[in-house]
């Protein structure tokens, strides 16, 4: 059993649980693996042996707080004790600031490579000059992804990449007429913002929604909007244009 007195070292809302309980990251660690110490690398070896539904550990890290140790499978940031005594799941806060230390690790240690991301799939809008870049996975039938658009019409000097993922009801059809249009993103920008929708696509057409779904699982999208800024991180849900303007100028976001 997990004693009290490691939960209340850590900070406001951090979790005591299994490994098994975790919740998965959206995407897989894109960071520098640091060289193993001798420390680590007996953590690494002490908690696969006792936690083997961790499943794979990619990292053990000296943490910054608290003297405990960071731990980086494919899909979550965990941490443990010098002796691999106990499993702390959750998020640690510091208290002075209410800075959530752990998101802000995750977002560097499973940062998405905005470059290689297949950005020929998404409708893609130069605004001014287009030196800021965003891509976001969007749903026809999704409220907060047209909020979404007006708030993006307040922005100015950014190419947006729109990855069309209809996962609502009915979406795919609406996704699949705006891609076989004379002009996808007039068509697109006409719907989201104007109610208008796209003619029914021709039998000819045979453009498809699933390399982009595709692409979604990989990341561990699981909901409509979902933002991925230059510097690669991924924010699931709806920003406000100030919220916008911070996160492609690469200041963090909470």
């Not at 960071?70 to 510091?94: H, M, R, S, W």
């Not at 021709?202 to 453009?207: D, G, K, Q, Y």
Request: charged share 20%; hydrophobic share 40%; net charge positive.
């Amino acid at each position: 059993m997990i004693k009290p007195l490691l939960l209340l070292l850590t900070a406001l809302s951090c979790n005591l649980a299994s490994a098994e309980e975790a919740q998965p990251a959206p995407a897989k660690p894109a960071a520098a693996k640091p060289a193993a110490t001798a420390d680590t690398a007996a953590i690494k070896k002490s908690l696969e042996t006792k936690y083997p539904q961790l499943g794979r550990i990619d990292q053990v890290n000296k943490a910054p707080f608290l003297g405990l140790y960071e731990v980086v499978t494919p899909d979550q940031l965990v941490y443990t004790d010098a002796k691999a005594q106990y499993l702390i799941i959750g998020n640690v806060f510091d208290l002075k600031t209410m800075r959530n230390l752990s998101e802000e690790r995750s977002r560097k240690l499973f940062a998405i490579d905005f470059n290689s991301l297949p950005l020929d799939l998404a409708l893609k809008k130069v605004k001014g000059n287009g030196k800021r870049k965003m891509a976001f996975f969007t749903d026809p039938n999704c409220s907060f992804c047209k909020r979404l658009e007006g708030e993006l019409a307040k922005i100015d000097n950014v190419t947006l990449y729109m990855l069309l993922y209809p996962v609502f009801p009915g979406s795919d059809v609406k996704v699949h007429n705006v891609s076989c249009s004379k002009d996808p993103l007039k068509a697109w920008e006409d719907m989201m913002q104007n109610g208008v929708q796209p003619p029914a696509a021709p039998a000819t057409c045979t453009a498809s929604a699933d390399k982009v779904l595709a692409l979604g699982e990989k990341l561990k999208v699981s909901g409509t909007p979902t933002l991925i800024f230059a510097d690669g991180t991924l924010i699931p849900g709806f920003l406000t244009a100030p919220e916008l303007e911070k996160g492609l100028n690469g200041i963090p976001l909470r």
